[in-house]
């Protein structure tokens, strides 16, 4: 007969002190990167109404919020740019003087030690809402190459430390690389959302970012939601390409992606925990139906277990102030 024996694991779980000492997982301030929409006019600080806590602001507003996500000790923000006029080719993207490059002037004058990242695409600046140049009801692949690699390196002109291009044509990472080292820039590296899903939890960015597709879907560039395998293809493309981090977008609904992706590639991996995944926590909070800080504590701590090396957050001032006890 076998003796049935059993394993006393509470032990580890008796105390507050011991429960910290054989804890995995430790969520840091310093893994968050805060996602900021900056839009054309004067004055303006406009909350996204379906992402409360989450504004829009004009260059005269911006210093507030960003000299808030400093003095909590969050290293970087993420800039999305509204521009006031939109064309086919999205010009506003790579302009000079465009949104997003006048936003990061600003901002690398007064925290020259803010990571500035730059989200490079255009569907927030063309009037179709694609991602890419369109011909007919078609995306096409290698023309939409030019104007982001053209973008790339107008927002490294303009101080970006970081760029990162979303809109997942084929070889977007080569194409923005080799840009870049042209110009000069072999210092700046490329966070590519490497993983991305076509996915309806983006709903409220695009009400954020003005960028709903006029026509269509996503659904030739970003993947279907059902594929595994290929989102390690997506993965080893862009570290083929000259990426140095790869997202992983949405987070929630994703992590056994997330994990896959760090088990098989050596660069950080970054969690896109999106729009719609903190709309559905500030909905059910707004209601008294969850304990905000400890869901939201949870759920970016389960991105970091999943493997997430860094997490792009609109919950990054929240959770920095929760970490720090306050
Ligand atoms: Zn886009």
């Known amino acids: 007969m076998t003796q049935l024996q059993f394993r006393r694991n509470r032990r580890l779980r008796t105390s507050k002190t011991m429960r910290s000492m054989v804890r995995e997982t430790i969520l840091h301030k310093e893994d968050f990167i805060y996602p900021m929409f900056v839009i054309e006019g004067e004055n303006v600080k406009n909350e996204v109404s379906s992402m409360p806590g989450i504004h829009q602001f004009s260059l005269d507003r911006l210093m507030e919020e960003v000299d808030e996500v400093v003095s909590l000790g969050i290293p970087s923000v993420i800039l999305f740019g509204i521009p006031s006029e939109k064309d086919a080719t999205g010009t506003g993207a790579f302009d000079e003087e465009g949104i997003v490059q006048r936003a990061t002037r600003l901002i690398k004058e007064k925290h020259p030690d803010l990571v500035v990242i730059a989200d490079t695409c255009l569907c927030e600046f063309t009037d179709h809402g694609h991602c890419g140049v369109v011909h007919g009801d078609e995306v096409l692949n290698d023309p939409s190459l030019e104007l982001l690699a053209k973008t790339a390196v107008s927002q490294a002109k303009a101080g970006a430390d970081i760029i990162a291009p979303s809109n997942m044509m084929d070889g977007f990472v080569i194409a923005i690389r080799q840009a870049l080292d042209e110009a000069g820039f072999e210092n700046v590296p490329i966070m590519s959302y490497a993983v991305k899903y076509a996915s309806a939890y983006y709903g ?123």
């Open 204 to 326: 409220p960015f695009r009400d954020a970012a003005d960028s709903a597709p006029q026509f269509g879907d996503r659904k030739t560039y970003q993947m279907d939601p059902a594929n595994r395998m290929e989102a390690l293809r997506e993965a080893e493309s862009d570290v083929m390409e000259g990426a140095d981090f790869l997202i992983v977008k949405p987070a929630l609904s994703y992590l056994d992606i997330m994990r896959d992706v760090k088990n098989n590639v050596l660069l950080p991996v970054v969690a896109y925990n999106v729009s719609g995944e903190y709309s559905m926590v500030k909905a059910a909070a707004a209601n008294g139906w969850i304990n905000e800080k400890e869901i939201v504590l949870e759920t970016l701590t389960s991105m970091k277990r999943a493997g997430a090396d860094l997490i792009l957050t609109y919950h990054a001032k929240d959770a920095a102030r929760w970490l720090e006890g306050k």
